[in-house]
């Protein structure tokens, strides 16, 4: 670690009067974890590591080392809005290293930052947005959550049907304050269902902004007595939640790559599903509303697995497929490397835009696929497959 980023970390801590300082990192799934500690840590963080035990982190309970250790990022430094204003508390995300000073080849953070370094070596520069939707549940008179919308409004309905603004507000001035900037916010087409996007941006930095929004908008509805969520399908009969990724590519002489980028997606998009809708509701919302169910594109925006649209000078594709109970590390290494394989075998779009093959129609089905699928084999850990195809 550069002492210079140390001292400039440890200046801000000063300055901010932090007293606690979370260490977040991530199990195998994307799930948040995190360990705190006091300023006076700080240093050993950077230079040795934090230790936790790797075997109760889902997804590490097999590791080969008993202890793993946390090296924060400097970069994601942030103080956490919502709590006090003395004595602060402070977040940066971190990666997991060996007790050996390797970075733990099972970290998501880790596999992803391998794509984004596969990715330079080829002169391709990969961006990423997000457009992800959630419900927003009443709690009982105990606080437990329950599935009753916080209001009965519809897509893009205003006040007073839309009594999920002031929450959405606050979520986005939430994540401004953090060093992050929402692109726009509206309510989506279920009773309670809301959408926020963010601007695209490079593959590890809209990873971690997919984890802040989500802890954000969770914190946010709880502090309201409140319940967020999620999942695919929260309701079985309205629309489920989908997790909407834009995609930017552009090769080393900056030409705009984005239709191979597409093209390699749709063809491997069978092999990676189970890793971009890794639940059994996942398959529920497919074919349900506007999800799609079939690997067909679009320049029209309509239901098709991907939207590919040519707007002033670029070309933007919108993959329709993932929810956000997938790990957004995983996803955005796997796009990545099937982007690259349909730029170097520059991949065409198919010619007929609304027909194609079916998505796995089951989560059974998508184990399968992956489990003989030589592509996912070459890019993930034996073990990460595993766990995701138990």
Not at 90 to 99: E, S, V
Not at 312 to 331: H, I, K, T
Request: charged share 30%; hydrophobic share 35%.
């Amino acid at each position: 670690m550069d002492a210079y980023e140390l001292s400039e970390v440890m200046k801000y801590i000063e300055e901010e009067d932090a007293k606690f300082i979370r260490l977040a990192f991530r199990d195998a799934f994307g799930v948040q974890k995190n360990i705190s500690v006091m300023p006076g840590q700080v240093p050993r963080a950077f230079e040795e590591g934090i230790p936790v035990n790797a075997r109760e982190i889902a997804g590490f309970e097999n590791s080969p080392h008993g202890l793993l250790y946390l090296k924060p990022d400097p970069s994601t430094l942030t103080v956490l809005p919502w709590r006090p204003d003395r004595g602060k508390v402070l977040r940066m995300f971190c990666d997991l290293y060996t007790p050996d000073g390797n970075p733990f080849e099972l970290d998501t953070r880790v596999i992803l930052k391998n794509a984004i370094e596969k990715a330079n070596d080829a002169g391709v520069e990969f961006r990423f947005g997000s457009e992800t939707e959630f419900y927003i549940f009443k709690k009982d008179e105990e606080g437990n959550p329950t599935k009753e919308p916080y209001d009965e409004a519809g897509y893009m309905d205003i006040a007073p049907l839309d009594r999920c603004e002031n929450i959405r507000r606050e979520i986005s001035l939430t994540i401004e304050r953090m060093g992050l900037t929402p692109e726009r916010s509206h309510h989506e087409r279920g009773p309670g269902q809301n959408e926020i996007d963010f601007h695209f941006g490079k593959p590890l930095k809209a990873a971690d902004q997919e984890i802040t929004y989500k802890m954000v908008v969770s914190t946010v509805a709880d502090r309201n007595g409140l319940i967020a969520d999620f999942s695919p399908m929260p309701i079985a009969d309205k629309p489920g939640n989908g997790y909407h990724i834009n995609i930017y590519a552009t090769d080393k002489d900056g030409n705009d790559v984005v239709k191979y980028v597409a093209a390699g997606i749709m063809d491997k998009i069978r092999d990676i599903t189970i890793f971009l809708n890794p639940s059994e509701a996942s398959y529920t919302r497919f074919g349900n509303s506007t999800a799609p169910d079939k690997v067909s594109w679009s320049n029209e925006g309509d239901a098709e697995l991907m939207y590919v649209e040519p707007y002033m000078g670029r070309v933007r594709a919108e993959l329709r497929s993932p929810d956000a109970s997938s790990n957004p590390y995983l996803v955005y290494a796997l796009l990545i490397y099937a982007g690259l394989e349909g730029i170097e075998k520059k991949l065409s779009l198919p010619e007929t835009m609304k027909e194609g093959a079916m998505l796995p129609k089951s989560r059974k089905e998508a184990v399968r696929i992956a489990v003989e699928s030589k592509f996912v084999k070459g890019i993930l850990p034996a073990e990460i497959i595993e766990e995701y195809t138990l």
